[in-house]
Structures are given as C-alpha cells and as structure tokens.
C-alpha cells in the first residue's frame, strides 16, 4: 500500500509539474516505442513463471511495486517492468537487452539512494521472485535469493538459531547491500558480508547461468564481492551462517540539550571499549528545526557486561525502547522505510577514529546545514556515526575482494544522509553533501588521520565519485575482468558504478 501511494504521488506530481511520463512531448500509450518492441519480444520469449508489466494511469500494483524505490528520486518510469522467476529467463532477458542495446535497470530491495543505480526509462527488471531462503545445517551456509530484504532473511533463519552477517535496519536488499561490501552489527565478530560469501548463483551478460565460487572461478568471486552488477545479475548468495541467541539492544533518542553527552559517551565507547559483540550507532539528525540524536545499541548476547554501555544509558533521553529481544526485533526498531517516500542523496567519509575533534564536527556540520537545508526543502538531515573496531578489515585475507581496495587498516565509515521532497533542490542537496564530507575530511586530515585518499564506502558514496576513491588499485583489474566476463558490455546498459 505505501508503495502504491508513493508511485501514484509520483505520477500525479510528474502529470501535473509538467514533467513528462513519456520521452518529451509525448503521451504515456506511446512512449518509447523502441523500449515498447523490447518489452513485447521478452514477454513472448520469457516462460509463464516470469511476468511483464505495463504502467497505467489508473495504477497497475505489480509495476507500482517494481519500479518503486525506498527514495523517490531514484525512482524512474520504466517502459515496462519485468519479473523472471528463473535465472534461464534472466539470461533470455539479458540476450534481448544485449542483442538491442537498450537501457534497463536491476532492482534487489529498492534501497539504492543515487538515481538512476537501479531504475532507468528502459526496460526495469524487479528481482522479487528470488525469494528463496534456504538453510544447510550441514554446511552452516544459507542460499538466499537476490530479490529480498534482510528482514525476510532473518525471519527464516530465526526458527534455526543461526544468523549471517547482514544489514543492521529494517527494509534494505540483500543485493546491492551485499555487493558493495555490507557493514553489520556483526562486523566486529565476522568482518564485512563479503567477507561471509561461499558462492553465487550468476546470470552472465551472455545469458548464461553459472555458479561462482572461489575454487570455480576464483576472479569473479572476487570480483563480485564488492563490484556490483558489472559482470551479470546475481540471483542468489550462499552466506555463511553463525549461531544467533536473543541480543541486547534498542534506540534511544536524546534531544539538543544532551547532545555534548552523546559525543563524549562515543568517543569513549570508540576508544576503550573491544568487546567484539558490542556496537552503537549514534545518528546526529536535524529534524522538525532542532537537532537530537537517535541511537542504536547492540549486543550480541541476551544480557551486555556491565560497564559497555553505561555513558550511553546515563544520558537524559526523550524515548527509550532498549531490552533483550530477537535480533529481528532489534533490527525492526530502526525502519529505514520510516524515511522513505522522500527524495533522498547519501555520501560518505572514510575515518580512522573518532575523536572528540571529529565528535564536534559532525554536531556542528548537523546545526549548519540542518537549518539552511530545511529552508530548501529539507526534511531530515542526518550523519551517521559508526565507529567499529579497527580490525574491522582483518576477518578476510589481503586482496580477497575488489572492496576494500586494501586491509592493511580499519576505515570506520560515516554516512551523510539528506532527506528532501522539492524535486528542484537536487542540486542544492547534492552540492551540500559534497561541502559537507569535504569539510569533514579536511578536520580529520587536520587532526592528523590520513582519510585524504582513503577509500570511499561503495553503497554511502555519491554518484559523482571516481572509482579510484572506491577501488584505489583494483580499478584496473575490475576493469580487466569486466572486458572478460561482459565482451558485449551489456550491463553497461544499466546503472550503478561502472568498470
């Protein structure tokens, strides 16, 4: 249902803003005739398992749901959406699109915040009936399907007792979260979800369907962990899976007057505290014309030792939802689908640690552009602070995937996240973010951390980035690999970070 809204909202604003729903200038029954053709041959070439939907002004559920997107500007009016339901009409798919050369896009969960990464006026292909979840008990491994979200994971693999290492908020993909690294709340214990991958089922720009894994491919399993959909569609990820009891954990939320608090109780959990089954996720937002913090605690255990969390629950709070719970439980606290329907631009800064210098700048940046973007439309200005262990990097040997670039030291990643809904203001808040990551790189470079260059998250970073700034050195590999696997250049059809 909020789906459906948000893409009627979608098509009245873009009927009646004068933006087209067709190429310039023309009708929605004859948009794109191209694109048209192509839809037309893959639904009479796909089998009765897989569906082709059209738009209509009068709302077709099925096409609302695949074209949609948790921010609304990275949503796109496709010709037509399709949905395989094998990997055989994946690859029949793919041939299609190759064979034309017609633009598409691929959608996991519909989390990606840059525009265009998954959506497109061409042909979108919604991988929602990838829903497999498959527990192998003898090999502590899971087959999860590329069309879900971590929610679905977590529900079916809680009657088991076991967990993978997967995103640490309610209504984010398996897909693109797991291809460009994946930061969890067990990433201390087990390292990143790349670090946690045995396989994947891989449609190949040729159509042809695979199964890569380290011993059968030992170049594209690295070059999947991390590189996207540069060289096919993956349909389905084999995760190791780890024993999962009740944890401890909730948000608590703290307003302006407490705020100081908040950075010198995480500045102190950052630097003293090394219990791997310990986290917070201190979020410093500007919303409804005052800054607060929303904070995230987690640990992997029914009850916390004692001492690890005490500067945090100390503090003064406006709502407090903090308990032993299943680890679903804990995850569903934090929705990030409660933001969703709003235009939206992430970016990023790399850090080594955070110290109070850095604690204050990202209060300071959270009061400067919180007023001034509210004034341009501006609903929900956020910085997320996420200070892992240093060693973060070091559960995966040096070099076993295209992201990170390097593990010789842990990159503690902040998000920059700037929620709008005036369509106008796209630049304006792309610009914003820029400033506000560059100013935050200048104080920790300053202060004496050597972040200049220090490679970008993939899944924070804004559209603009260079590769390098993501990959460093593996560029060119990536690049090598991507001529090999994909001759054709076909998953250039589509968006995302392109080698």
């Not at 491994?141 to 979200?149: C, E, I, K, P």
């Not at 390292?191 to 042809?208: H, I, K, Q, R, Y």
């Not at 100390?314 to 407090?320: C, Q, S």
């Amino acid at each position: 249902m909020v789906q459906s809204l948000a893409t009627a909202t979608f098509l009245l604003s873009a009927l009646f803003s004068g933006v087209s729903l067709a190429a310039a200038g023309e009708p929605l029954q004859t948009r794109g005739s191209a694109f048209i053709d192509v839809c037309k041959q893959i639904s009479g070439n796909i089998s009765s398992a897989s569906s082709v939907h059209w738009p209509d002004l009068l709302l077709n559920g099925d096409y609302d749901k695949d074209i949609y997107h948790w921010a609304i500007s990275s949503t796109q009016l496709s010709a037509c959406s399709v949905e395989p339901a094998t990997a055989e009409d994946l690859g029949t798919i793919l041939q299609i699109l190759g064979t034309t050369k017609t633009s598409f896009a691929v959608k996991g969960g519909g989390h990606a915040s840059n525009p265009g990464f998954s959506s497109t006026q061409g042909i979108q292909i919604a991988m929602y009936r990838f829903s497999e979840v498959t527990y192998h008990a003898d090999s502590n491994t899971v087959d999860v399907g590329a069309g879900l979200v971590w929610d679905d994971v977590y529900t079916a693999l809680a009657p088991h007792g076991v967990n993978v290492i997967g995103g640490r908020v309610s209504g984010v993909g398996v897909a693109g979260f797991t291809l460009g690294g994946g930061y969890s709340w067990k990433t201390n214990q087990y390292g990143l979800t790349v670090d946690n991958l045995s396989g994947f089922e891989l449609v190949l720009p040729n159509g042809t369907v695979t199964s890569v894994t380290e011993a059968s491919n030992p170049d594209l399993f690295w070059g999947l962990k991390g590189g996207f959909n540069n060289f096919g569609i993956v349909t389905k990820f084999t995760l190791k899976t780890y024993p999962q009891t009740d944890v401890w954990g909730g948000l608590i939320t703290i307003t302006q007057d407490n705020l100081e608090a908040v950075n010198n109780a995480t500045v102190k959990f950052s630097q003293t505290i090394t219990d791997p089954k310990a986290a917070v996720l201190p979020t410093y937002n500007f919303v409804i014309g005052e800054p607060g913090v929303s904070l995230l605690m987690f640990y992997d255990s029914p009850t916390p030792p004692d001492g690890i969390f005490d500067d945090f629950l100390a503090i003064p709070y406006f709502t407090k939802d903090v308990k032993t719970r299943p680890f679903l439980d804990l995850v569903t606290v934090a929705p990030s689908n409660a933001t969703g329907g709003t235009r939206a631009i992430f970016h990023t800064v790399s850090l080594l640690e955070y110290t109070p210098t850095i604690m204050e700048a990202v209060l300071n940046e959270t009061k400067v552009w919180g007023p001034k973007l509210s004034l341009q439309s501006g609903t929900f200005i956020s910085y997320d602070v996420e200070p892992f262990l240093s060693s973060l990097f070091t559960h995966a040997p040096e070099g076993s995937s295209a992201y990170p670039p390097s593990r010789s030291r842990g990159l503690l990643p902040l998000n920059i996240y700037y929620a709008y809904t005036d369509v106008t203001e796209d630049d304006t808040m792309h610009d914003a973010a820029r400033q506000s990551a560059a100013q935050l790189t200048q104080v920790a470079v300053a202060a004496g951390q050597d972040i200049a260059d220090a490679a970008l998250y993939t899944n924070y970073a804004i559209y603009d980035t260079p590769l390098e700034r993501m990959y460093g050195d593996n560029v060119g590999k990536l690049q090598a690999l991507k001529a090999k696997y994909d001759p054709g250049n076909v998953m250039s059809l589509a968006g995302g970070w392109k080698f």
